[in-house]
């Protein structure tokens, strides 16, 4: 399946954040990741993230899509990331 | 249709680009906003955010739906926007 995740952390915890949301996704903007996914990984992912949250401050949305036929996906500005970005 | 915004915007810029994204849509997250908008919103929504952006520094993604049949949405922590949600 296909999940576009955003998330807002606190800074003493972003950079953990973006080390688990980077094994599973792309990175494509400040706090957005999005790419393919398999359910045993999405579960994982949400866990680990889950682990680290401060869910009095931090905020994490995942939109998550059983397939990308009705979307489309359009652009503009600087391009930040994408699966042939390496940080 | 459906829209989910993610954008990034310098600060010098940011509170314009949130102005406008508010006018058409719900702010969710930081940076992060979506709803259910019409065609010509859609428009009016991209070309105003196209008169201020630096397409040098600031990053704009649009994902759109026609449909949310497929999708789904999980979210966890501190919940910081929504429909309800006036700031």
Redesign the interface.
């Known amino acids: 399946m296909f999940v ?1 995740l ?3 952390f606190d800074k003493r915890r972003v950079s953990k954040a973006l080390k688990i949301a980077r094994k599973y996704l792309y990175w ?5 990741f999005e790419g393919e996914i398999s359910e045993a990984n999405y579960v994982k992912l ?1 866990a680990e ?2 682990d680290i ?15 990308q ?12 990331g994408g699966e042939e970005f390496i940080l």
């Open positions: 576009i955003v998330y807002d494509v903007q400040n706090s957005v949400k993230l889950e949250i401060d869910p009095d401050v931090d905020s994490v949305i995942f939109y998550t899509f059983r397939t036929k009705y979307s489309k996906r359009e652009e503009f500005g600087l391009k930040k």
